[in-house]
């Protein structure tokens, strides 16, 4: 599973439960099987780093919503001078862009 599908599964297992919000939005989409289901979209969820990749800062005080296991890699150059990834699963704590402000 890659993270963008943990990520939405438990976004929409978060808004279902009443701790994130929904946007209103709907969107069609097609299950394993190749039945179509409208799902509804949920507010936007990501990790510190995502956020401040995107120029925001969290809100000093703030507790993560979620933190559930992702994907997470590593690069190393090793002695012959190769890189070697790692992929290995990791927690990690997820905000909602309300705990969050734009970085000036």
């Known amino acids: ?10 976004a929409q297992a978060l808004a279902r439960d009443g701790i994130i919000k929904y946007t209103g939005r709907e969107f069609v989409t097609k299950t ?12 936007p969820i990501h990790t510190y780093s995502v956020w401040k ?5 969290v ?3 703030q507790k993560a919503v979620a933190q559930f296991v992702i994907w997470k890699h590593s690069e190393k150059v090793d002695d012959d001078g190769e890189r070697q990834t790692k992929m290995f699963m990791k927690k990690a704590s997820f905000f909602t ?3 969050v402000e734009a970085i000036e």
């Open 53 to 57: 990749q995107m120029g925001y800062q």
């Open 97 to 99: 862009r309300a705990q």
């Open 1 to 10: 599973m890659t993270n963008e599908a943990i990520i939405f599964a438990n």
């Open 59 to 61: 809100q000093k005080g």
């Open 32 to 43: 394993d099987d190749g039945k179509e289901i409208v799902v509804k979209e949920t507010e």
